[in-house]
């Protein structure tokens, strides 16, 4: 699922040619209508739901009182609307099922400690990872396990300095962020919802 369809038929075609099956679904997930169809197309096709990753966000870093309210929407309607949005589609489905399921939402370390010129994202994310709690809570019943991840800086031309401040001295990989959510998704973390894990070489130990 993704509003760049491009990228995701880019996407199902690796996960194609490694021997799996992918559907596609071109969806905005700030809007609601959307992702509800996107939702029951999803379970039509594979006939259940038994794990929702929500990766999907967007920034744009600036100091705060150089920003608009344009901009604070948009941040909230993609970061903090967005997940809230495919969850609930997602668990229309996944709460009838016997054996339950996984959530696990990419949310990021500033939602426990902030971050300069991320103000709103900072805040959007920051009301997932507390979502993310409530909703472990209520889905227990269930069996549907709830957690997140809190990547720290992750490989990008911008963040060549930022390894400075690494304890581990080195800045994470895509693959490393992935391997954590991976994990969470499986029965290696059958006993483990509700947490936060931080996945960020020790930047922040909290």
């Known amino acids: 699922m993704d509003i760049n369809e491009e990228a995701a038929n880019k996407v199902a075609g690796e996960v194609k040619e490694g021997g799996g099956e992918a559907l596609v679904v071109k969806t905005d997930i700030s809007n609601y209508e959307q992702v509800q169809k996107m939702a029951k197309k999803v379970n039509d096709h594979f006939g259940r739901i038994d794990v929702l990753i929500n990766n999907a966000a967007w920034d744009k870093i600036q100091p705060f009182m150089d920003t608009t309210p344009d901009l604070w929407y948009r941040l909230i309607d993609i970061d903090l609307k967005g997940p809230i949005h495919v969850t609930r589609a997602v668990l229309e489905y996944m709460t009838k099922q016997e054996a ?11 939602a426990k400690v902030g971050s300069v010129g991320e103000a709103v994202y900072s805040a959007a994310k920051g009301g997932v990872y507390s979502f993310t709690k409530s909703i472990a809570r209520e889905m227990a019943r269930y069996k549907i396990r709830v957690n997140c991840t809190c990547p720290g800086p992750t490989d990008t031309p911008l963040l060549d300095d930022v390894k400075k401040t690494i304890p581990l001295r080195k ?16 029965d290696e973390a059958s006993y483990i919802t509700g947490q936060a894990l931080s996945v960020n070489g020790g930047l922040n130990m909290c």
């Open 171 to 186: 800045i994470a990989t895509p693959e490393q962020q992935a391997n954590a959510v991976v994990w969470l998704a499986s």
């Open 100 to 110: 339950g399921g996984a959530i696990v939402s990419v949310v990021s370390d500033a």
